[in-house]
């Protein structure tokens, strides 16, 4: 966008941008961890209450103080908590993608072996310029650890300018996911702060329906939406495939979701 402003490189049609479960702003999102597994039945009242009044603050004021190391040992060990409190009282494993079913594949809990094996083919890395041939894995560790200096930093800031060119912003979330919740994506959508935060958040949160079903609730306001996905946890598109067709489908016709 600053570029196609600028005018000194070919201008590219940006139109809009959706996010999907996104960590996108981590103080609001922290936030909610123990709010959205109360809300599931996997910790008490109590326990809700211990983490959003003792364990929090000190996540909170570290991200407010910009010391990113200790904010991520903070903040994570909160989260981390919650889950293992809530496995405790459930008597199982959790998936942090999907609360509803068993993380059957660690650590990422679904069989990705195929898209391994798809991107280790060599007419594949042929076709995507990789020279020489490399062997492709995923959770790599060194990559993990080289990216955790973002973890903790917000992302949210960049969304306005977007909004203001009237380019397209599309915000949804699986009701499902732990670990990007959808309580922690409405919140930080709510305190996002733009020229019409005031307007988004005075609007009613209306049903979105495809083929006469419920598939969410949806809210919108000059170009920003924020949807909810029903039945769905962390990979969207893949527990509800019919109904992110029609999110897909409506977010890039520019098609209102209810």
């Known amino acids: 966008m600053r570029k196609n402003g600028e005018g000194k490189n ?13 960590w996108v702003d981590p103080l609001h999102q922290y936030a909610q961890y123990a709010n959205f597994m109360y809300s599931r039945g996997f910790i008490s009242a109590t326990e809700m209450t211990s983490y959003n009044n003792y364990t929090y603050p000190s996540c909170k004021t570290a991200i407010q103080s910009g010391n990113w190391p200790v904010a991520l040992s903070l903040c994570q060990s909160g989260m981390v908590g919650i889950l ?13 993608y999907d609360v509803r ?19 280790n083919q060599p007419a ?41 060119s009237g380019a397209s912003v599309l915000v949804y979330s699986g009701v499902e996911d732990f670990v990007c919740n959808y309580m922690g994506g409405n919140d930080w959508v709510k305190n ?10 005075a609007q009613p949160t209306k ?45 890039v016709h520019n098609k209102p979701f209810a």
């Open 10 to 22: 070919p201008k590219i049609n940006f139109q809009g941008v959706a996010i999907g479960n996104g």
């Open 84 to 96: 293992g409190l809530s496995e405790i009282n459930a008597g199982r494993t959790i998936n942090v």
């Open 101 to 119: 079913i068993p993380c059957a594949v660690p650590p990422l809990c679904y069989d990705f072996s195929a898209v391994t094996d798809f991107l």
């Open 124 to 164: 594949v890395q042929t076709a995507l310029g990789i020279s020489p041939a490399i062997t492709w894995q995923s959770c790599v560790s060194g990559v993990h650890t080289a990216l955790t200096g973002d973890w903790v930093t917000s992302f949210a800031q960049d969304l306005p300018n977007v909004l203001k």
């Open 192 to 201: 996002l702060k733009w020229s019409g935060q005031g307007g988004f958040n």
């Open 207 to 251: 049903t979105w329906a495809v083929n006469g079903a419920t598939a969410g609730r949806a809210k919108a306001f000059h170009g920003l939406t924020w949807l909810e996905v029903d039945k769905a946890g962390h990979l969207a598109p893949m527990d509800q495939p019919a109904n992110t067709l029609d999110m897909f489908s409506r977010f």
